[in-house]
Nanobody, 123 residues
Framework: QVHLVESGGGLVQAGGSLRLSCAAS????????MGWYRQAPGKQRELVAT???????NYVDSVKGRFTISRDNAKNTVYLQMNNLKPEDTAIYYC?????????????????WGQGTQVTVSS
């Protein structure tokens, strides 16, 4: 099957930076949209940023100018560069990917999620 594994979370002071990575592995045929979401305690999961296979990006207003999403199609990996972090950015960050993969000889499509990585920003 297919797995997404995030890395790069941690504890940082306000104004600092972190870079998240999410690598997809398995019997992947192709990956369309990839994205980052986050969920803070007591809140619903929200979209942070998305990127298409062609490189078009979209951001939630609260991170525009501070976060940058990018991808390496050869490595099936999506990144989230987070600069000027604020305490309100504290959350578990999840990546997802809309992809096609082989299941035996069958081609299937799915939206997969990673397990999440904690980002904590102290004031």
């Amino acid at each position: 099957q297919v797995h997404l594994v995030e890395s790069g979370g941690g504890l940082v002071q306000a104004g600092g930076s972190l870079r998240l990575s999410c690598a997809a592995s398995g019997s992947i045929i192709s990956i369309n949209n990839m994205g980052w979401y986050r969920q803070a305690p007591g809140k619903q999961r929200e979209l942070v940023a998305t990127i298409t296979s062609g490189g078009s990006t979209n951001y939630v207003d609260s991170v525009k100018g501070r976060f940058t999403i990018s991808r390496d199609n050869a490595k099936n990996t999506v990144y989230l560069q987070m600069n000027n972090l604020k305490p309100e950015d504290t959350a578990i960050y999840y990546c997802n990917a809309d992809l096609f993969y082989y299941s035996g000889i069958d081609r299937r499509s799915t939206r997969n999620w990673g397990q999440g990585t904690q980002v904590t920003v102290s004031s």
